[in-house]
């Protein structure tokens, strides 16, 4: 059991000196270069706060689409591993043209669209929100 | 690969006094400029001695990192850049190439700076660049008209890439071999994206030279508009709706989203302006199709830019973090095809 502060926190500790510190004192490259680095920090911030449940998410979401029970796992990496294997099964049935129309396109979209969001909650939450209000507009 | 830089400075000047037969050549300023996650891009000046005549040129040096994921070829680049300028497209002239490892520790070339600025950033969002917003659309549709008129025979650019098939069909067919061979986790985004554009291949194509990068970060530009297209290397022959559909194409508006043309304009007024500048219709369906299919191909190229700093051939904390932004790709594709 480590001390705080915690891994999120040492994370964002780096990136705001990141982002404060060398970002304004560099330029060109180097400054380009370290605004990347200040963005993975905190893209792996996230991660570490929600790759947990949003895998399980994924997994439940997969498992109900393609009629599966949800395998039984526990650690985060047999998580992912069992997403893997659905998202790959489901990639199969897609090139075999099952999804080309209903009954599984529609909820294959809406589930894979689910799953990407959940990936830019962690990548690029701004993307999505962005994405988010442009739809709600123009469903108004 | 690692060169000292005052032993590339030595290196480059040997290499430009043997090309362009001068008795002596100085070089200042060589740095590396910023951008080209997939390609060097080093500003020089260079002061050149024949004789009693001396001049200075500001010029810029592209050269390959190392091995690479989507093969490119220097030589073909700079042989496209030169027929553009010949054809009045607005291209930096091109002046030297070398394809041997030997002189520079990869494959070169060397062509004139253009001045101007290339963050498309800054282009959508300073003051300054208020004229260029406004001109840029039509001006990019006159260019890429003007690219689509380039005959690649009168200037022996039959080597590049041609489909034996349907342009679009062969296109989809390489990317998806792309994608199966290189990424490293299923994406059925990406699957159910594939089965949209097999469906909807355009029938009819015209056969031109396709710039193939053409976006708003290939543009060196100014207060008034574009100065000089860049970023050549893969130029081919195909449908012309190819470059018009990239343009489109949702990561080159840098959050610009209600202008879907490099967030400067509008679809309509650019096939419009792309219309009246090349005598030819532009056909709304082939467009679409060709703007779904960049979303796919800019996501294939995030899955291989990750790749080539995963694999090692380039270590990159930027190559790194384009792995992640495949999911953007994904969830553009989903709006696209619902």
């Known amino acids: 059991m480590q001390d705080r502060p915690s891994a999120i926190e040492l994370l964002e500790a780096a990136a705001d000196f990141v982002e404060g510190e060398i970002v304004t004192a560099t330029q060109g490259r180097v400054q380009f270069q370290s605004r990347v680095v200040a963005n993975v920090m905190r893209i792996v911030a996230r991660e570490i706060r929600d790759e947990d449940r949003f895998a399980r998410a994924e997994l439940r979401a997969l498992a109900a689409l393609l009629g599966r029970e949800v395998p039984h796992v526990h650690g985060l990496d047999d998580v992912r591993g069992a997403a893997a294997k659905l ?41 999505l929100e962005a994405d988010l209000a442009i739809r709600s507009e123009r469903r108004e | 690969m690692q060169m000292e830089q005052r032993e590339m400075v030595e290196r480059l000047a040997r290499f430009i006094g043997e090309q362009g037969g001068f008795d002596k050549v100085e070089i200042e300023n060589l740095r590396r400029m910023a951008g080209g996650a997939s390609r060097e891009i080093w500003s020089f000046d260079a002061t050149l001695k024949k004789g009693a005549e001396q001049s200075k040129r500001g010029l810029v040096l592209r050269r390959d990192p190392g091995a690479h994921k989507i093969d490119t070829n220097r030589r073909a680049e700079f ?9 009045g497209v607005p291209v930096p002239e091109v002046l030297w190439v070398s394809d041997d490892p030997e002189v520079l520790g990869a494959a070169f070339f060397i062509m004139e700076r253009v001045e101007g600025e290339t963050l498309a950033r800054r282009l959508l969002r300073d003051a300054e660049y208020g004229q260029a917003r406004a001109a840029m659309p039509a001006q990019l549709a006159e260019i890429l008209a003007r690219i689509h008129r380039i005959d690649p025979r009168k200037h022996q650019l039959d080597f590049l890439t041609a489909p034996v098939e349907n342009a679009a069909l062969s296109e989809v067919r390489r990317y998806e071999q792309n ?12 699957e159910l994206a594939f ?5 909807r291949i355009p029938k009819t194509p015209r056969r031109t030279l396709v710039h193939g990068d053409y976006r708003i970060g290939n543009v060196i530009f100014g207060p008034s508009g574009v100065r000089s297209i860049l970023d050549w290397e893969l130029a081919h022959l ?7 559909g990239w343009m489109c194409v949702r990561a080159w508006r840098f959050g610009n989203d209600r202008m879907p043309v490099g967030g400067l304009g509008t679809r309509e007024d650019f096939f419009a302006a792309y219309e009246k500048a090349s005598g ?19 996501g294939i190229i995030t899955i291989s830019q990750a790749r080539t700093h995963i694999d090692g051939f380039v270590k990159s904390v930027e190559l790194a973090s384009i792995g992640r932004r495949t999911a953007e790709t994904e969830l553009e594709l989903l709006n696209l095809i619902e």
Do not use: T
């Not at chain 1, 075999?96 to 830019?120: M, Q, S, T, W, Y």
């Not at chain 2, 042989?79 to 054809?87: G, N, S």
């Not at chain 2, 195909?238 to 018009?244: F, H, K, R, Y």
């Open chain 1, 87 to 127: 998202n790959e099964e489901l990639s199969a049935k897609i090139r075999a043209g099952e999804a080309d129309n209903d009954p599984l396109r529609g909820p294959a979209l809406g589930a894979v669209r689910e799953i990407v969001e959940n990936k830019l909650r962690i990548a690029n939450p701004r993307y």
């Open chain 2, 79 to 87: 042989l496209v850049l030169r027929a553009a300028f010949r054809e």
């Open chain 2, 179 to 190: 994608f199966r061979a290189l990424a490293l986790e299923p994406h059925p985004a990406f």
């Open chain 2, 195 to 199: 089965r949209w554009l097999l469906g």
């Open chain 2, 238 to 244: 195909g449908d012309p709706m190819e470059d018009v």
């Open chain 2, 280 to 298: 030819l219709p532009v056909d709304p369906e082939a467009a679409r199709f060709w703007e779904v299919f960049g979303n796919l191909r800019w």
